[in-house]
């Protein structure tokens, strides 16, 4: 499925039934698209080049609880998965020596505009030990690896555009929706960051971002698009339901769901 921004979808990433038999009665390449859709559940997963370490970023089901929680704050807000991370502060040589992971889809959303960027945010699973290991901060980012097109910097053709959210209001249970365009901050790494003077020691809100990426020259394109952690503290938590305007990628057990979002 392509995740172009502002069209609104439907259509699962879940391979169906009647496309398994179709799979299986013809021969299909690799990396072709299944049952004609432009897109797969194939496209999501780790980043290798941008992972350092021995992090873990794996679809599971669950987390349910934790213990003496109730109610829907128990239980993934999509399905009955979700995407567990876990990331260790003091695991390699490299200075700093932490580790860092990277889960995204580098396929589908590669050449959308980023200031066609209206809705993004996502769930998480926050504990108290991740708290305590680096404060409320310590969570989990959205990242958009983008060429920001800045006519202030021409030959600056890479950047990565991540979100800092806000404390989860609660801890050892699943979060309610965190609004990455009204909380939270963001900011861009390399010469792009320094530019638009949106830094990760500056960060800006999502609004004064977009609003610093235009600023005349050819419009910003998404490269890529999911969620990371690192290089920083230790953390192991879960995060479901990233939403990236109208739709919602739903981490399931079995591969990444694509919903419309309500």
């Known amino acids: ?15 169906t039934a009647v496309a398994a038999i179709v799979v299986s009665a013809v021969p299909v390449p690799a ?4 049952a004609g859709q432009p ?56 200075d700093p020596p932490s580790e860092a992971v990277h889960f995204g889809d ?18 998480v699973f926050q504990t108290g030990e991740n708290v305590s290991y680096g404060g409320t901060g310590n969570m989990p980012n959205i990242r958009f690896e983008i060429d920001p097109n800045l006519a202030s910097a021409p030959a600056t053709t890479y950047s990565s555009m991540v ?10 249970q699943w979060s309610p929706y965190l609004d990455a365009t009204r909380t939270g901050t963001w900011y861009l790494t390399g010469s792009a960051g320094a530019t638009t ?8 809100g ?18 890529t698009a999911g969620v990371s952690k690192g290089r920083d ?18 981490f399931e057990a079995d591969g990444v769901r694509a919903r419309p979002a309500v």
């Open 1 to 15: 499925m392509k995740a172009r921004f502002g069209v609104r979808t439907t259509t699962a990433l879940a391979v």
């Open 163 to 172: 979100w800092n959210p806000p404390p989860s209001p609660v801890v050892d």
């Open 233 to 250: 503290y230790l953390w192991n938590g879960a995060v479901d339901g990233l939403r990236i305007n109208d739709v919602v990628y739903d």
């Open 106 to 123: 580098e396929t589908d959303f590669y050449g959308d505009p980023v200031l066609r960027l209206r809705q993004v945010g996502f769930h």
């Open 39 to 94: 897109g797969s559940p194939d496209h999501w997963g780790v980043v290798t080049r941008d992972t350092i370490g021995s992090p873990v970023a794996a679809l599971r089901t669950g987390p349910f609880g934790s213990f003496g929680v109730p109610g829907a704050a128990a239980r993934p807000p999509y399905g009955r998965g979700s995407l567990a991370i876990a990331v260790a502060d003091r695991a390699t040589s490299l």
């Open 197 to 204: 003077r949106c830094t990760a020691a500056r960060p800006c």
């Open 31 to 34: 990396t072709a698209d299944v």
């Open 206 to 223: 999502f609004r004064s971002l977009l609003t610093a990426l235009d600023d005349g020259g050819a419009r910003p394109v998404v490269f």
